[in-house]
């Protein structure tokens, strides 16, 4: 998103005002099993003894809508495995431009950087749905990954994921018109041949401004390629879609 927001620290200080409260009730005893983390592509493939290591050191999280999880420049709280929700990863410019890195769905897992480089938050952690997740302290992930080989080989598998989907992510901005981002998007996000996104949320993703994207969509429906509803977008011709997010010519 390119839009001029607030500042970066006059943002945060509103973050935590609104969110300290809750945050500080959101981490409770252990009570993850072995058999929940196998549901976790990371430690699917790890043996029991593994397994029960990691469910010791493992806290429950839950989080509402909106609610923030972690902050871009804070110290890192660990690793983050979503159970369920989708949490929205992002990065603020000094001026409170924003632009969407990634969403994170079940399954998946963030703020791993942080971790190994000794280095505050990458990015602003935000819950977009009621989300449950886990939490991993950094110093359990070292000794974990240290006692178990399996699943550093595992961790660096995931992080190189994510590294190829913020190439992606980069040659999109690069090198691709807003147009066929936004094509592309809707194409991610449609469930059951709907994304629910507002205007605003997809320019965020897309790295433009909401009067930009509004306009693109509006293109896009006119073309018979899209309907747009009141918090969400309707793909009407899938086939026709990535045809534009490819950066095909018109036929």
Excluded: W
């Excluded at 072995?34 to 493992?58: G, K, N, Q, S, V």
Aim: proline share 6%; charged share 30%; with cysteine.
């Amino acid at each position: 998103m390119l839009r001029a927001k607030r500042s970066r620290p006059a943002l945060y200080s509103e973050m935590r005002a609104r969110d300290i409260l809750r945050a500080l009730k959101l981490v409770t005893i252990p009570m993850t099993t072995p058999d929940e983390l196998r549901c976790i592509p990371l430690f699917a493939t790890l043996d029991e003894r593994a397994l029960a290591d990691a469910a010791r050191h493992m806290r429950l999280c839950i989080y509402r809508p909106g609610e923030y999880i972690a902050y871009e420049g804070e110290p890192p709280a660990g690793l983050y495995f979503v159970l369920r929700g989708r949490v929205r990863l992002s990065r603020t410019a000094p001026d409170g431009r924003e632009q969407v890195l990634a969403m994170v769905g079940a399954g998946e897992n963030f703020n791993a950087v942080p971790l190994f480089d000794d280095r505050p938050n990458l990015t602003t952690a935000r819950a977009m749905s009621a989300v449950r997740c886990l939490l991993l302290p950094g110093d359990a992930l070292i000794t974990l990954l240290r006692r178990h080989p399996d699943l550093a080989l595992a961790a660096l598998r995931e992080m190189a994921g994510q590294l190829r989907s913020l190439a992606v992510l980069v040659e999109d901005l690069a090198f691709r018109s807003v147009r066929e981002r936004l094509a592309r998007e809707l194409l991610r996000e449609a469930r059951e041949g709907a994304a629910e996104l507002t205007h605003q949320e997809l320019a965020e993703r897309t790295g433009t401004v909401r009067e930009i994207a509004g306009r693109a969509l509006r293109q896009l429906a006119q073309e018979g390629l899209v309907r747009l509803e009141r918090g969400r977008v309707v793909v009407l011709d899938p086939a026709g879609l990535a045809r534009v997010g490819d950066g095909e010519p018109d036929t």
